[in-house]
């Protein structure tokens, strides 16, 4: 079944005639490949997921945390006031 396969980009090992360098001068590369842990060839769902936790792991940033926790709180506050919850209950009675 031919319709179902992805077609293959073409590869083309070009080198210059007069360069004299390091490498292929038109090879095209992410600015953060030496950085970055997940940009390795597809391994799967599984692979992707375990290679992204890693990467968590070993570079945490905490204001990202704190930005998460943020957004989370205020998204859980809103969802109980569209269900129409019975706020109160969080503040003190005088």
């Not at 038109?26 to 597809?42: C, G, M, Q, S, V």
């Not at 940033?61 to 809103?78: A, P, S």
């Not at 706020?87 to 005088?94: C, H």
């Amino acid at each position: 079944m031919g319709f179902m396969k992805l077609k293959k980009n073409k590869k083309f090992n070009y080198k210059p005639r007069y360069y004299k360098g390091d490498g292929n001068p038109y090879e095209l590369k992410h600015k953060f490949d030496e950085h970055r842990t997940t940009i390795n060839p597809a391994k799967g769902i599984k692979g992707k997921w375990n290679a992204a936790l890693d990467d968590y792991q070993y570079n945490r940033d905490n204001n990202v945390n704190r930005r998460v926790l943020i957004i989370v709180g205020v998204l859980v506050f809103l969802f109980l006031l569209a269900i129409g919850f019975d706020l109160t209950i969080f503040f003190p009675k005088n």
